[in-house]
């Protein structure tokens, strides 16, 4: 049976959705900025802000980092399968953020944050909230420090080198993600959206995100490399097996040599 290979660089990987990334986020702007400076007279220029806007829901941008984030779920999943049958003591926060980053990608297709913010307004009273007028960052910043505290003695436990990478991804996804909505949410409160700066404040926003999943993807890739070395998902049909799929290092791709279990 021809043997067939799919092999993934990833450097190459990690290149090719930075590029990605900057490409949006400069069509982002480069829409934003025709649109305004016809305003929004054109239908043409007018669709395409409303197409590569990165502070608008369900366009290429959205898209995209629901994409990265769905990839960095499966890569989780993978880990995940192969330190279960290691029996490794934290496989169980593997499943955990393998889990949270499907969620996550989920939310980025139907913005189920956004959805908090009125019901949180009226718990807070309506008013004046200036930083916290994006009122969900309230209970999203409650739940992150509950998941620092989680993963803490795992982070910890991690090669340095990953260590350091997970440090930096979140703190740049953080960064954008709820540091960047403090500071929309009060402008937002007294000037609206239809201005200059809130436009650059959600597109850094949105940069820092998707570079700081794109960083995540790196460091996941990286580690699975230097513990894992070769991965292979290898499909094979017995009359009497019911596992159809099988995640593993084998001594050889061929079939119809059973794999080699972790």
Same mark, same amino acid.
């Given at each position: 049976?021809?043997?067939?290979?799919?092999?993934?660089?990833? /450097?190459?990987?990690?290149?090719?959705?930075?590029?990605?990334?900057?490409?949006?986020?400069?069509?982002?702007?480069?829409?934003?900025?025709? +649109?305004?400076?016809?305003?929004?007279?054109?239908? !043409?220029?007018?669709?395409?802000?409303?197409?590569?806007?990165?502070?608008?829901? *369900?366009?290429?941008?959205?898209?995209?980092? /629901?994409? !990265?984030?769905? @990839?960095?779920?499966?890569?989780?999943?993978?880990?995940?399968?192969?330190?279960?049958?290691?029996? +490794?003591?934290?496989?169980?926060?593997? #499943?955990?953020?393998?889990?949270? @980053?499907?969620? *996550? #990608?989920?939310?980025?297709?139907?913005?189920?944050?956004?959805? *908090? !913010?009125?019901?949180?307004?009226?718990?807070?009273?309506?008013?004046?909230?200036?930083?916290?007028?994006? /009122?969900?960052?309230?209970? *999203?910043?409650?739940?992150?420090?509950?998941?620092?505290? =989680?993963? =803490?003695?795992?982070?910890?436990?991690?090669?340095?080198?990953?260590?350091?990478?997970?440090?930096? /991804?979140? #703190?740049? %996804?953080?960064?954008?993600?709820?540091?960047?909505?403090?500071?929309?949410?009060?402008?937002?409160? !007294?000037?609206?959206?239809?201005?200059?700066?809130?436009?650059?404040?959600?597109? #850094?926003?949105?940069?820092?995100?998707?570079?700081?999943?794109?960083?995540?993807?790196?460091?996941?890739?990286?580690?699975?490399?230097?513990? @894992?070395?070769?991965?292979?998902?290898?499909?094979?049909?017995?009359?009497?097996?019911?596992?159809? @799929?099988?995640?593993?290092? %084998?001594?050889?791709?061929?079939?119809?040599?059973?794999?080699?279990?972790?």
């Amino acid at each position: 049976m021809l043997n067939s290979k799919l092999l993934l660089n990833s /450097a190459s990987i990690v290149r090719t959705l930075a590029i990605m990334a900057s490409v949006l986020i400069l069509l982002s702007l480069a829409s934003v900025v025709a +649109d305004d400076l016809t305003g929004h007279n054109f239908m !043409i220029l007018h669709k395409l802000d409303k197409l590569f806007y990165v502070d608008f829901e *369900m366009n290429v941008p959205s898209f995209f980092s /629901a994409l !990265i984030l769905l @990839f960095a779920s499966v890569i989780l999943t993978i880990i995940t399968v192969l330190k279960r049958r290691q029996k +490794d003591l934290y496989s169980i926060y593997w #499943t955990v953020l393998s889990i949270g @980053f499907l969620f *996550m #990608t989920f939310d980025e297709l139907v913005s189920v944050h956004e959805r *908090m !913010i009125e019901p949180m307004r009226e718990i807070l009273g309506g008013g004046q909230l200036g930083i916290f007028y994006f /009122a969900w960052v309230i209970p *999203m910043g409650v739940l992150v420090f509950l998941l620092a505290i =989680f993963f =803490f003695r795992f982070w910890w436990d991690l090669p340095l080198k990953t260590k350091i990478y997970f440090a930096v /991804a979140a #703190t740049i %996804y953080l960064g954008g993600a709820v540091g960047f909505e403090l500071i929309e949410s009060k402008h937002c409160e !007294i000037y609206g959206k239809e201005n200059p700066f809130y436009i650059f404040l959600t597109t #850094t926003e949105e940069t820092f995100e998707m570079f700081g999943v794109i960083i995540f993807i790196k460091a996941l890739l990286e580690y699975a490399t230097a513990q @894992f070395g070769e991965v292979q998902l290898q499909l094979y049909n017995f009359p009497h097996e019911t596992d159809l @799929f099988d995640f593993g290092r %084998y001594k050889s791709p061929n079939l119809p040599q059973k794999p080699r279990k972790i």
